[in-house]
């Protein structure tokens, strides 16, 4: 499937090609018809409970607020699934807890790994909810929004690090999964103009700092074994503010909707042809 990264080019694929609530309905019929298993990962603070509430439904409504704290406890989906845990288990922020730990160890279990992975990225702009955690940041030097995306650009390389090698472990294993990943480059409503510089550096395409870690990864346990590709989205556009400066916010409605369709079509591509 040909993925679109420019609000423009998706919105003018994917508007109204569906209701989004259908997409999701599909979606969620396929995970639970195959018992599909798919784990949201990404640093604290990225992005990924939005965009499972999207996903899900609550995110879509126009009074949705986005969470204000990190998560405690994992998010599962119930929503619209007749009560039965639903196949989606997004990993919680909340370090200090030995939760985040505990998920993780439990969706890359060698012996029963998850199928597919949703890790999500926003080119540096994490959302940072504690006080404390953002005076810290800022007294360590950290003054600038571009000095907080170097920050954060850095982790998602550990992040994406340590992630591949759970997955590596898991694929020791004869069970070869999780045998697909989907870069899910979120709050592209922040970086519109940018994405000549995002496309590359988080797709399959180009070799960066980042794609070079999926790419050793999938060398190491055979290309037959794993796929991997990446899509801009945004979950909840809202600007987003450090000290003094403001980064503004700036996609329609409608693009951001066309984004949650194709992020919702590539899910579904890659639960099929697994
Ligand atoms: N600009 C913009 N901001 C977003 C978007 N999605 C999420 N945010 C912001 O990022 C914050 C963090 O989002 P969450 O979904 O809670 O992040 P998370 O990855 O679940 O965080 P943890 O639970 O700490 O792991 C939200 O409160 C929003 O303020 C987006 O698409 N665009
Ligand atoms: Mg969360």
Known sequence: MDILWTGPA??????????????????????????????????PGVGKTV?????????????????????????????NAKRRRMALTVVP??????????????????????????????????????LAARETLVASGLKSIADLRAHYLAQEIEDIKDLCHRMRRCHQDQKRRPCWLIVAVTKADLFPHEMSIVRPYYSPENTSAFSGVLDQFQRQVGEDNFSWSALPVAGHPQDFEWGDETTKSSISVEERNAYLRQFTAVIQSKCLTR
């Open 93 to 130: 922020g909340q370090s200090a807890s030995t939760t985040r730990m505990d998920t993780l160890e439990h969706l890359f279990d060698v012996e029963k790994p998850v199928e597919g992975v949703i890790h999500v990225v926003s080119h540096g702009y994490i959302e940072v909810r504690n």
């Open 10 to 43: 998706v919105k003018a694929a994917w508007d109204n090609r569906e209701d989004l609530a259908d997409g999701w309905q599909r979606l969620l019929n396929l995970l639970l018809g195959r018992k599909t298993r798919i784990a949201f990962t990404g640093l």
């Open 51 to 79: 965009l499972f509430d999207c996903l899900t439904g609550p995110g879509l409504r126009s009074t949705y607020q986005p969470p204000k704290t990190a998560s405690a406890e994992e998010d599962t989906g119930t929503i």
